[in-house]
């Protein structure tokens, strides 16, 4: 089968859910092809590690995107794009497809990190997708020793939301203290504990090796010499970014395997624009960077679909990023590094400002259950104030 699309996008993601909206902006009648690997729709990813474990009345209907009713979008389930000839507009698929574009958007995101010696199984979840979700829901519906492997959001989220939904839980990752690479130690401590009293046996100074699976369970393998047997594995350590199709067909990619795109998301190539988890681009505040957060697919997937349709604005917006913890949640803009200086400024009820500064100047900001200062925190680390303790209200 050969098709052609004026719009054409790779990767079946937030971000290109949000781009085929932007498209709608301004081209109403323009075809919009997305070429999706997973075998389901765009889906919000936050939902998978929060709402949909916490909160009994919000159910995968109520999450759902509606990409091909709201934008007229035809997606391509179940369909991995295999290369691009950027000569013949051309891209090809790994069920020998092919599909013409005017103009293509690479938003292919990015996969799980895994561990070498620790396959994917029946028992092992690399988790990222609504299949994911859906193997770990059937795997504890009745409880189950679950080892989490990974201290950061996505590890922490499914830690607390498992241990919520009558799991025992063992959360294994490599640092003295839950958080402790982000946060301040006041945080840390406070963060870890919420998950101690919780239920959540918190290991730290573990980083897992390896593991071997059987129909029952699995031993994990840690670098220490010692082992966990659990029923249950779920692996949240970040993504590598899928950029491998965009380096086959030429373009440019970043050292860790994104793709470069300039302020208009466009790559060397003026027809092929990259947005999302996989592209690197250069922030107006806080300079080149890949950001692996939900409000830049958001906001970046919609500036993308403008600018294929014909806007020449370019993308000015500073993600930031955010997570639920227990009664806790946070919200965090720019370099989040505990290695750094940071001042804090601590409120009522375990409220918290924290800057972090490199150089004297600062270049994150994490607001801990302070409401609606985003863009006060973008303001600071735009105007580079050197002492800013103060300059946000706790
Ligand atoms: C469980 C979970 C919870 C999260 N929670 C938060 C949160 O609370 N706050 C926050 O800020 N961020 C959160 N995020 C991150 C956020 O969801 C991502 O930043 C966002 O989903 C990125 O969207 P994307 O479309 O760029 O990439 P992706 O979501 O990775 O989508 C890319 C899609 O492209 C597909 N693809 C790749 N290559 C090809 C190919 N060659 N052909 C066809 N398809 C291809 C992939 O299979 C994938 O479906 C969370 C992520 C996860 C996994």
Not at 293 to 308: F, K, P, S
Not at 354 to 382: P, T
Request: hydrophobic content about 35%; overall charge negative; proline content about 4%.
């Amino acid at each position: 089968m050969h098709q052609t699309y004026d719009y054409l996008i790779i990767g079946g993601g937030m971000a290109a859910d949000t781009a085929a909206h932007g498209i709608r902006e301004r081209d109403a009648e323009g075809t919009i092809g997305i070429l999706g690997e997973e075998p389901t729709a765009p889906f919000p990813r936050p939902a998978l590690s929060k709402k949909l474990w916490t909160d009994a009345d919000f159910t995968e209907d109520d999450a759902a995107l509606s990409t091909h009713d709201e934008t007229g979008a035809t997606i391509h389930l179940g369909t991995r794009a295999t290369g691009i000839d950027r000569e013949a507009k051309v891209v090809t698929t790994d069920g020998d497809d092919t599909f013409g574009y005017g103009r293509l958007l690479l938003a292919t995101g990015g996969h799980p990190t895994t561990i070498d010696g620790l396959d994917a199984g029946d028992r092992v979840i690399y988790f990222r997708t609504l299949t994911d979700y859906h193997r770990l829901r059937e795997l504890t519906s009745d409880g189950a020793h679950v080892a989490v492997v990974g201290g950061g959001y996505i590890g922490s989220e499914l830690a607390a939301a498992l241990v919520q939904n009558g799991c025992r839980v063992t959360l294994l990752h490599p640092d003295d203290v839950l958080g402790a690479p982000v946060f301040p130690a006041s945080i840390a401590t406070h963060l870890e504990k919420a998950f101690t009293d919780a239920g959540v046996e918190v290991r730290g100074g573990s980083t897992v090796s390896g593991g071997t699976s059987t129909a029952d369970g699995v031993t994990l393998q840690l670098e220490d010499g010692s082992s966990l047997d659990a029923d249950v594995v779920v692996v949240g350590l970040g993504i590598r970014p899928a950029g491998d199709l965009a380096g086959a067909a030429g373009l440019r990619r970043s050292d860790d395997g994104g793709i470069v795109v300039d302020e208009h998301l466009t790559t060397d190539d003026p027809d092929v624009l990259a947005t999302g988890d996989v592209a690197e681009y250069p922030d107006r505040i806080l300079g080149r960077r890949r950001v692996e957060h939900v409000d830049n697919a958001n906001e970046m997937g919609a500036a993308a679909g403008r600018i294929l349709a014909g806007s020449d604005e370019t993308y000015d917006h500073t993600p930031y990023y955010y997570s639920v913890l227990f009664d806790d949640w946070y919200e965090a803009i720019g370099t989040l590094d505990a290695s750094l200086e940071t001042v804090e400024d601590h409120g009522d009820d375990g409220k918290a400002v924290v800057y972090y500064l490199d150089g004297g100047k600062v270049v994150g900001v994490l607001l801990w259950l302070v409401e609606d200062a985003k863009d006060a925190a973008r303001e600071v680390i735009a105007s580079g104030t050197g002492s800013p303790s103060g300059t946000i209200p706790v």
